[in-house]
């Protein structure tokens, strides 16, 4: 099942039902961690980033590997944290939004944090949907803005579209949202210039032999506790077999692969050929309906090759 570009991004729930499945989530729970001196870090927040799990996930990549690819780029937290280690990236998502922010953020930083320090001065609720509405933005750098400031005052940092392709989350509760990040973006726009960035959908790369293939896709789920519906036609069990058999080809190629993805019986299943090594990690989940459930969940790292844990 191949998304169409022409579909809006949306939630697959109302809002109302979201709200309410993740009512016990403390805003401020959700929040940036503080950057390491000169080291780049995630610009924007985003459900299931990878900060937790870095080094799980740096301790199994192969010895070496040529260009370093991830499809799913989303915050971006596993290339920020080993942009010391590769040379040459190739980062993209389906989000036409996102990816022009990482382009602003490489290409003209200055610029977009002189419009994200006039975001923060403006910023109130009013001002907040009053940005919100703007949905028919042209210049790249104020799509930029407008999606770093939303994404840092809004509900969460959720993405989440209407119908219309119009972005539509409430504002969040934060006291004083780091909205311009006038230290971080330049770092973030340093670590960027070794990559490139592009607008496709994950089974339109084209990686060569001994590259490395990063896949975090929306997560499956057995019980609705994982927010990971971010489409309209969401990332059902098909897109799981089809990012499998994608995976499938890019072994035949002879590039390195690696998943992550939840612990489910299907994702298991998927992957229960002898080309796939299954490792599993725990990670914090800060996204559930209970606030009982909301401890260490497993996932699993998935590679095509061997390594030493």
Same mark, same amino acid.
């Given at each position: 099942?191949?998304?169409?570009?022409?579909?809006?991004?949306?939630?697959?729930?109302?809002?109302?039902?979201?709200?309410?499945?993740?009512?016990?989530?403390?805003?401020?729970?959700?929040?940036?961690?503080?950057?390491?001196?000169?080291?780049?870090?995630?610009?924007?927040?985003?459900?299931?980033?990878?900060?937790?799990?870095?080094?799980?996930?740096?301790?199994?990549?192969?010895?070496?590997?040529?260009?370093?690819?991830?499809?799913?780029?989303?915050?971006?937290?596993? =290339?920020?944290? @080993? $942009?010391?280690?590769?040379? &040459?990236? !190739?980062?993209? #998502?389906?989000?036409?939004?996102? *990816?022009?922010?990482?382009?602003?953020?490489?290409?003209?930083?200055?610029?977009?944090?002189?419009?994200?320090?006039?975001?923060?001065?403006?910023?109130?609720?009013?001002?907040?949907?009053?940005?919100?509405?703007?949905?028919?933005?042209?210049?790249?750098?104020?799509?930029?803005?407008?999606?770093?400031?939303?994404?840092?005052?809004?509900?969460?940092?959720?993405?989440?579209?209407?119908?219309?392709?119009?972005?539509?989350?409430?504002?969040?509760?934060?006291?004083?949202?780091?909205?311009?990040?006038?230290?971080?973006?330049?770092?973030?726009?340093?670590?960027?210039?070794?990559?490139?960035?592009?607008?496709?959908? =994950?089974?339109? @790369? $084209?990686?060569?032999?001994? &590259?490395? !293939?990063?896949? #975090?896709?929306?997560?499956?789920? *057995?019980?609705?506790?994982?927010?990971?519906?971010?489409?309209?036609?969401?990332?059902?069990?098909?897109?799981?077999?089809?990012?499998?058999?994608?995976?499938?080809?890019?072994?035949?190629?002879?590039?390195?692969?690696?998943?992550?993805?939840?612990?489910?019986?299907?994702?298991?299943?998927?992957?229960?050929?002898?080309?796939?090594?299954?490792?599993?990690?725990?990670?914090?989940?800060?996204?559930?309906?209970?606030?009982?459930?909301?401890?260490?969940?497993?996932?699993?790292?998935?590679?095509?090759?061997?390594?030493?844990?």
């Amino acid at each position: 099942m191949t998304q169409s570009r022409e579909e809006p991004l949306i939630l697959d729930m109302p809002f109302d039902e979201a709200i309410e499945r993740f009512a016990h989530v403390n805003p401020r729970q959700v929040k940036d961690e503080p950057a390491e001196y000169g080291k780049a870090t995630p610009f924007i927040k985003w459900a299931g980033g990878k900060r937790s799990v870095v080094n799980d996930l740096t301790a199994r990549f192969p010895k070496t590997f040529n260009k370093y690819w991830e499809p799913f780029v989303g915050g971006g937290a596993l =290339f920020f944290g @080993i $942009q010391g280690l590769i040379k &040459d990236a !190739v980062l993209s #998502d389906a989000n036409l939004d996102l *990816t022009i922010t990482y382009n602003a953020v490489k290409r003209d930083p200055v610029a977009l944090i002189r419009k994200l320090e006039a975001h923060a001065k403006k910023h109130n609720e009013t001002y907040y949907y009053r940005v919100r509405s703007q949905h028919d933005l042209q210049d790249p750098l104020d799509v930029a803005a407008r999606f770093i400031y939303l994404n840092k005052t809004c509900f969460n940092g959720l993405y989440r579209v209407n119908n219309k392709g119009e972005f539509n989350v409430p504002i969040g509760g934060y006291d004083k949202p780091d909205i311009a990040q006038a230290d971080n973006i330049p770092l973030c726009s340093t670590a960027l210039q070794k990559t490139q960035i592009e607008y496709r959908e =994950f089974d339109t @790369i $084209q990686p060569s032999p001994g &590259d490395l !293939v990063y896949c #975090d896709p929306p997560y499956h789920s *057995t019980n609705g506790a994982s927010f990971t519906k971010y489409t309209k036609l969401a990332f059902g069990e098909q897109d799981q077999e089809r990012l499998r058999d994608f995976a499938v080809g890019l072994h035949r190629s002879g590039v390195n692969v690696i998943l992550s993805n939840a612990d489910t019986p299907l994702i298991r299943s998927l992957y229960k050929a002898p080309t796939w090594h299954i490792g599993m990690v725990k990670v914090p989940r800060q996204i559930n309906s209970n606030p009982d459930g909301r401890g260490p969940v497993d996932e699993l790292i998935i590679t095509n090759y061997t390594t030493e844990e």
